[in-house]
């Protein structure tokens, strides 16, 4: 009798409460995701590409792991509670007929016990399957392939998740329970009172939501001024103008509940009333919301800046080369690292194999004056003040001895990336910035003035400076990057170098599509080879690996925080509404009693249910964009911001896919209301 009783409980309780037992699934493999990354194919792969970077991911996850345990601790503290409030007549039913309080608590251990492993037997081959698609998505959004993609369970993660979740569950019931056990039976047989604060006048209210109005304004100004991030006060008073204002924004909030009551259409039924359960509500519960907001805020964040810049890393980088060739590393020659190639078999298996050769002006005796383009300069001063002007202006002010480039190899590398190639006369020149040092606003401000064919000063001739600015990258990884270069036809070239210059022997292999995968099978099938020739060499999977990384820990974590933190607002939000409804249920009983039908109770429940959503959410909303836009711009490099017009595009698209995802929780929300109202419903039926 006592185990049919805890499985029907149990039961009971996971349809009645859906909500929750859906966000404990969602810990569940939350839990499990971050915990099983080191076994995933995409971070083995990078850590042999970036090891030292992958291990400090690894030595985080623990952090974040410990963080999740506490904040969710509060969260099926608060959502038990709520459950167990909704039993206590219940529970002084079983008192009052004869069971004892030890056998009671058996009983709810029993139904919490189970329900836990019924969580963990969904979740976590639910997470299994989820971490396998994540790795198997990044990879795919670099434009590789994983070589013999085995599906990898990680029996550490699911000892962790087990044991993590298990154990807040348990210290929560223990607590909970302990609150139970020590109220008498009248106590729990009678519903307690709805709590009500002492209202302030309606003029602290409305002072308190300007005063709120006006501080995210300011803490929004800040951040769109570039403010936020000018030193650690200002991004302090940045972080305590949006905290404050939120708070006190909710708490002026029945002021403006009050003005819709006001100016709403009195002819609805239950207008008023509804407005009013929402005002109480508010007056009660501003700080809750608040805070929820404040999650929202956190979780919009972090999910639309982490997809924009996964989504940067992807693209940022266009794959040309695989393979540099640097014979500096060990004194060989390119015509000796071809020999080599050769006499392994390996110079056929690569389709292009041509010589970059860069230097420095060697005629130049004055290198603070070897080089000077004074009417560039000018026409740039000349344009409309702006901040990618000012940058240019004091980045090009150091290109007074910089480094030149041969054309005929440039040209290759042009021809490679299927771009046209570059005409240059004896007195021409091009210029070359790496796009690690520039973006697409300055570009287009210097290849406007480049259209005029400026003139230039090389070790005291002039050259003039045509075409555009040449941002191709001149090997696979970053043993080059160049702030500033001159493209020299192979004259030219020679001359100013007086022959005393590197080569780099680039390479393209010829069959990118290995038996066994992709890309990255290729790459690493041609390491193996190349390491048992003993040629050094820098692959693309080093740059691959890099973006690769950035696009794990901006993705994974971001929006593993941005899951955590969603899923706690709308479980408080959603389970202090229902709790807010049944501790007003007598409210919903005299309504029925004076004719309210159950349409017309659900009907004020669920637009009841839509402003306190959606007040935290709009709020939520409209900080995200302006948070965003700070994370983005204080967290990337001076190339990345040049994209961050469009990495902005993206995350408000995330956004918003963010809150069609609350647009299904509300309507969950909505039916659990309406399953409740219908029990009110019962008593007054007269059969």
């Not at 190639?341 to 005796?365: C, D, S, W």
């Not at 520039?438 to 287009?444: M, Q, Y």
């Not at 690493?524 to 692959?539: D, F, I, R, T």
């Amino acid at each position: 009798m006592f185990f049919k009783l805890v499985f029907r409980n149990s039961k009971r309780n996971r349809k009645e409460n859906g909500l929750f037992f859906g966000a404990l699934l969602v810990s569940v493999i939350a839990f499990y995701i971050v915990l099983s990354l080191s076994r995933q194919d995409v971070m083995i792969f990078l850590a042999r590409m970036e090891s030292d970077a992958v291990d400090r991911l690894m030595d985080i996850i623990p952090v974040f792991y410990g963080l999740t345990l506490f904040l969710l601790f509060f969260l099926i503290y608060y959502a038990s509670r709520f459950q167990l409030e909704r039993r206590r007549h219940e529970f002084g039913v079983y008192l009052m007929f004869g069971m004892r309080r030890v056998k009671l608590f058996a009983m709810l251990l029993a139904e919490d016990f189970r329900n836990s492993m019924i969580s963990l037997a969904i979740g976590l081959p639910a997470a299994v399957l989820l971490s396998e698609l994540i790795s198997l998505i990044t990879a795919r959004l670099v434009g590789i392939g994983i070589v013999g993609h085995q599906v990898s369970f990680s029996p550490q993660a699911a000892i962790w998740t087990a044991a993590g979740f298990l154990l807040i569950k348990f210290v929560a019931f223990l607590i909970l329970s302990g609150r139970i056990s020590r109220q008498t039976i009248g106590a729990l047989m009678a519903w307690p009172p709805a709590g009500v604060k002492r209202q302030m006048p309606p003029f602290v209210y409305a002072v308190a939501a300007v005063a709120g109005i006006l501080s995210l304004a300011a803490a929004y100004v800040m951040i769109v001024f570039g403010d936020a991030w000018y030193d650690i006060m200002r991004m302090g008073i940045t972080l305590l103008l949006g905290t404050a204002g939120t708070w006190t924004l909710f708490f002026g909030m029945r002021f403006l509940i009050g003005l819709a009551v006001r100016s709403g259409k009195h002819d609805r039924r239950l207008h008023v009333f509804h407005f009013r359960q929402i005002q109480e509500t508010v007056i009660q519960r501003s700080g809750t919301l608040a805070v929820c907001s404040l999650l929202m805020l956190s979780a919009l964040t972090c999910f639309g800046a982490g997809v924009a810049i996964s989504r940067f890393y992807g693209e940022s980088e266009p794959h040309v080369l695989d393979y540099t060739f640097d014979g500096s590393l060990n004194g060989d020659t390119p015509a000796q690292i071809r020999q080599k190639l050769a006499a392994h078999q390996l110079e056929t298996e690569f389709l292009e194999l041509f010589e970059m050769r860069v230097g420095y002006i060697r005629t130049a005796k004055d290198f603070d004056h070897a080089f000077a383009m004074e009417p560039l300069m000018t026409a740039l001063r000349q344009r409309k003040p702006s901040r990618e002007r000012d940058v240019l202006l004091n980045n090009l002010s150091y290109a007074m001895y910089p480094h030149i480039i041969s054309l005929s190899g440039y040209n290759r590398l042009l021809a490679a990336a299927e771009l046209p190639a570059l005409a240059l006369g004896e007195e021409e020149a091009a210029i070359y910035m790496d796009r690690e040092f520039t973006d697409a606003k300055r570009l287009e401000l210097l290849n406007d003035i480049l259209k005029t064919s400026p003139k230039a000063s090389l070790d005291g001739a002039e050259i003039t400076l045509t075409g555009s600015v040449q941002t191709t990258k001149l090997v696979t990884d970053r043993s080059i990057t160049l702030s500033f270069a001159l493209i020299l036809a192979d004259e030219m070239f020679e001359y100013y170098t007086q022959g005393d210059y590197d080569v780099y022997l680039d390479g393209i292999l010829a069959e990118r599509e290995s038996e066994n995968g992709g890309l990255m099978a290729a790459i690493s099938e041609m390491n193996q080879k190349l390491n048992e020739a003993g040629v050094p060499y820098e692959s693309y999977l080093q740059n691959m690996g890099r973006q690769l990384f950035y696009m794990v820990a901006s993705s994974y974590i971001t929006m593993y925080l941005a899951i955590i933190f969603l899923m706690i607002a709308n479980t408080v939000i959603g389970v202090q509404f229902l709790m807010n409804q049944q501790q007003t249920s007598r409210r919903y009983r005299t309504l029925i009693r004076l004719g309210a039908s159950h349409d017309v109770l659900c009907g004020s429940s669920r637009r009841q249910i839509n402003w306190y959503f959606g007040l935290p959410i709009v709020v939520a909303v409209c900080s995200s964009i302006f948070g965003v836009h700070a994370l983005l711009t204080g967290i990337l490099s001076s190339r990345s911001r040049g994209s961050l017009p469009e990495m902005m595009i993206v995350s408000f698209a995330m956004i918003l896919a963010m809150c069609v995802v609350e647009y299904f929780y509300i309507a969950a929300v909505k039916r659990a209301s309406d399953r409740y109202l219908l029990t009110l419903m019962v008593p007054e039926r007269e059969e």
